[in-house]
């Protein structure tokens, strides 16, 4: 799949028994392809991405990527740990954003194993180096995807550090349950497992606030079809986010694997339900799609032919002392633990 300084870039392959399929790359451990089946036993790609491999460097919305150090944005890019001060590349005007200029999803990560026990996995792994775009420490990272036989993709990640440093790592697909090619995702009945969601600045930056869901179009604790509410003037934030692209934060204790999220297309039948250990789940809704970049199949993508559903710490969490801690210290193990379930519903509607 083409080279990365002179590295060649790889696709791991993993199938079950029941015909699902993901392809993952070594360059940003990214998700390229998952073949899944609707209601009626047809199989189609659900994830944005690309072709080739190349086409990933060349543009960034990290489809399907592993965002890290840090998944979203850090304020100003800079943050103070243990009296000190870090400077981090900037990326997305002054802020750091999933990880700085060369981020995670742009590193060739080295495969460990491929395994095939309790389902298909492979392990990739990553060391970024003290200093990587001004974090402080080594960080050695692993990311495990494993395809159930039940239809379920499992991402753990682990990670250790040389010095205290922060550490965010999450998952950056694009959903479209109707098919990678359909166009629209956003009539699909979400469902998010959060009371309350961070409020933004213009920068996109949480005000600190956790604010309830009730009453608002950020309420989705019953099934809302995702556009319904989505043009809505009478709401500030939609119009900060350009659409949807705010952090909910998670019910339960987090550390403990969860449901955070489920999706329903009505095309397809087609359901992805998201289970986390991660506090928060940033709903994103493409809305940076501008109708320039061209996808799978030589297709156009526009604002909202994806949903993002990002099970990870809140954004800017090391200028929050409000936030739940996204610090490593040296000696500590850092996991997060993700789980994609899909099924789809027997009867075509
Ligand atoms: C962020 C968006 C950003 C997108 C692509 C999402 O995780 O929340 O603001 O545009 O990633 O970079």
Redesign the pocket.
């Known amino acids: 799949m083409g080279t990365l300084a002179g590295r060649e870039i790889l696709e791991c392959r993993l199938t079950n028994g029941s015909g699902t399929e993901a392809g993952i790359l070594t360059l940003g451990a990214t998700l390229r392809r998952l073949l899944v089946a609707d209601a009626r036993g047809d199989r189609d790609d659900i994830v944005l991405g690309f072709d080739t491999a190349e086409e990933y460097l060349r543009g960034?919305?990290?489809f399907g990527a592993t965002?890290g150090r840090y998944?979203?944005?850090i304020a100003g890019g800079s943050f103070s740990l243990a009296g000190r001060r870090h400077q981090l590349t900037q990326n997305?005007g002054p802020n750091c954003?999933?990880g700085g200029i060369e981020g995670f999803d742009r590193r060739l990560w080295t495969v460990d194993s491929i395994r095939h026990a309790h389902g298909a996995a492979v392990c990739l792994s990553l060391v970024s180096p003290d200093g990587d775009q001004g974090f402080p420490g080594e960080l050695r990272t692993q990311v495990t995807y494993t395809l159930t036989d039940d239809d379920a993709l499992r991402i753990d990640y682990r990670a250790t550090a040389s010095a205290a440093t922060v550490v965010n790592l999450a998952h950056?697909s694009y959903w479209n349950l109707a098919g990678a090619a359909a166009g629209d995702a956003l009539h699909a009945q979400l469902s998010i497992d959060a009371d309350s969601y961070t409020p933004v600045d213009t920068l996109?930056i949480p005000t600190g606030e956790l604010r309830p869901v009730a009453g608002s179009v950020f309420d989705f604790r019953s099934p809302q079809f995702i556009d319904s509410r989505i043009r809505d003037a009478s709401e500030p934030q939609l119009r900060v986010?350009r659409g949807y692209?705010h952090n909910f934060v998670l019910r339960g204790a987090a550390g403990l694997l969860r449901r955070a999220a489920r999706l329903e297309d009505p095309r397809s039948g087609r359901v992805l339900e998201v289970l986390t250990t991660a506090p928060g789940l940033?709903l994103?809704t493409g809305?940076?799609l501008d109708g320039s970049v061209i996808g799978k199949g030589r297709r156009l993508y526009r604002q909202g032919d994806g949903v993002?559903l990002?099970a990870q710490h809140f954004?800017d969490s090391p200028n929050q002392p409000g936030f739940p801690s996204t610090v490593l210290e040296p000696g500590a193990l850092w996991t997060s633990s993700t789980v994609f379930v899909f099924s789809a519903r027997s009867t075509p509607p």
Request: zero cysteines.
């Open positions: 960034r919305h990290y965002l998944a979203n944005r997305d954003e999933h950056h996109l986010g692209d940033q994103y809305n940076f993002a990002e954004p």
